[in-house]
């Protein structure tokens, strides 16, 4: 399914370490070219095929891009970091149409950390055949903490094509993804501290509300990610560790449990469904790390722990264990790229890899790298991944280089 593939350098990144760092790239497959954000600030386009120069660089801004999307000649760009940003490129040249300052949006950070720096955690585009014109969608977040306390301040933000703000939709919560379809936008928040769900559904155009949705269980964690369907709006619960289905308006279709708290020996343990995405009719969930009510290290693994399940009318068709953290998820018609980083408590660089499902047929292939895979993405014709290079705390070696992995897609013989 996969031929060989290439790989190009990427600069310098230090290393991550055993436990996750920040999202400090991403990738994308669009049109025919692979687009890379990294910690320099600036996007690449390369082509799919094995040629080592970018078609184009974008012009350097600051801290790590790490949302791209692309659509109608246009490339939405987000960053993070003291000066985060979202930004508009044209697709042909990467020449940029405009940008604008997060902190116009959520503030200037309370300190110098990364987390409590402004955050395009999410950038879509929504097309004119809907919406009138296009609107490029971002949703921002900063975090704030305060002894035991937190806080957030977010917007998710309609742009005209010229920069302009259409509408804004804010909220004291921390935005976790979002997606567009048929001139709709799904906001899901993770945390939402106070009242207010863990679901919105906003107008494309407008930015008016149109439902929003809450899962069951208590405490401020809500929804990890959400993706439109061919059925309807699957989510990925992080407060009752389950997946969901529910209608075009909001009603529960299914649900399905993912992560929820399992008793593995002496422990109870549970792990939070982080990613969902839609293929072929099906909606595939991905899971993390495993984590327990009486212990921050325990020595008990969930038996969901990073797997990959994808459900069909509210039962699981399949599941595949992939080892490592997911940071994202990638579909293109039936097929879905997962990347693998690094188990933090286990520390095994065998998981370093990026898989290809089939929404129908499961697990298709694995291509393992050196370092972690931060990032993926899939087109009909090309996987891509980011590798960032890893030094474990036990170890006395760093694992892997910053560069970009591309492998064409080949067509199943007839």
Request: glycine letters at 12%; aromatic letters at 6%.
């Amino acid at each position: 399914m996969l031929a060989a593939g290439a790989r190009r350098p990427l600069g310098d990144l230090g290393p991550a370490r055993s436990r996750h760092n920040w999202a400090r790239s991403t990738v994308i497959v669009a049109d025919g070219s692979v687009l890379v954000g990294g910690p320099d600030g600036r996007v690449a386009a390369f082509a799919s095929g094995a040629e080592s120069e970018p078609r184009w660089t974008s012009e350097q801004s600051q801290g790590y891009v790490v949302s791209l999307s692309a659509g109608e000649g246009r490339v939405a760009v987000g960053s993070r970091g003291a000066d985060a940003g979202v930004s508009l490129l044209r697709s042909t040249t990467g020449a940029q149409r405009w940008s604008q300052a997060a902190t116009r949006h959520v503030g200037t950070a309370a300190d110098d950390s990364l987390l409590a720096q402004p955050y395009v955690i999410d950038v879509g585009v929504a097309g004119g055949a809907v919406t009138g014109d296009d609107v490029i969608v971002a949703a921002i977040r900063r975090h704030e903490r305060s002894g035991g306390d937190r806080s957030w301040s977010s917007a998710v933000l309609g742009f005209d094509p010229g920069g302009g703000v259409r509408w804004r939709h804010a909220a004291d919560a921390s935005p976790a993804a979002l997606d567009i379809d048929a001139g709709r936008v799904a906001v899901a928040y993770n945390r939402r501290p106070g009242d207010g769900d863990g679901l919105v559904v906003l107008d494309a155009a407008t930015g008016d509300g149109l439902f929003s949705w809450d899962p069951d269980g208590s405490g401020d964690r809500r929804v990890g990610d959400v993706a439109f369907t061919e059925q309807g709006i699957a989510v990925a619960s992080h407060a009752d560790k389950r997946g969901y289905l529910l209608t075009i308006d909001g009603t529960e279709q299914w649900r399905v449990g993912l992560g929820t708290p399992r008793s593995v020996g002496s422990e109870t343990v549970y792990t939070y469904p982080n990613h969902v995405s839609a293929a072929d009719g099906r909606a595939v969930f991905v899971t993390g790390n495993t984590f327990a009510a009486s212990t921050r290290d325990p020595d008990a693994r969930h038996p969901a722990e990073h797997t990959v399940t994808a459900v069909a009318g509210g039962s699981v068709a399949w599941d595949h264990a992939i080892g490592g953290f997911a940071r994202d998820v990638s579909s293109s018609g039936s097929k879905i790229a997962v990347p693998s980083a690094q188990h933090f408590r286990r520390r095994d660089a065998d998981t370093h890899a990026v898989h290809v499902f089939d929404a129908r047929d499961g697990h298709l292939a694995e291509r393992s790298i050196a370092g972690i895979a931060s990032s993926a993405a899939i087109g009909d014709r090309t996987l891509a991944a980011v590798e960032e290079p890893v030094a474990y705390h036990d170890e006395k070696l760093t694992r892997g280089d910053h560069r970009l992995h591309t492998w064409p897609i080949e067509a199943p013989e007839r």
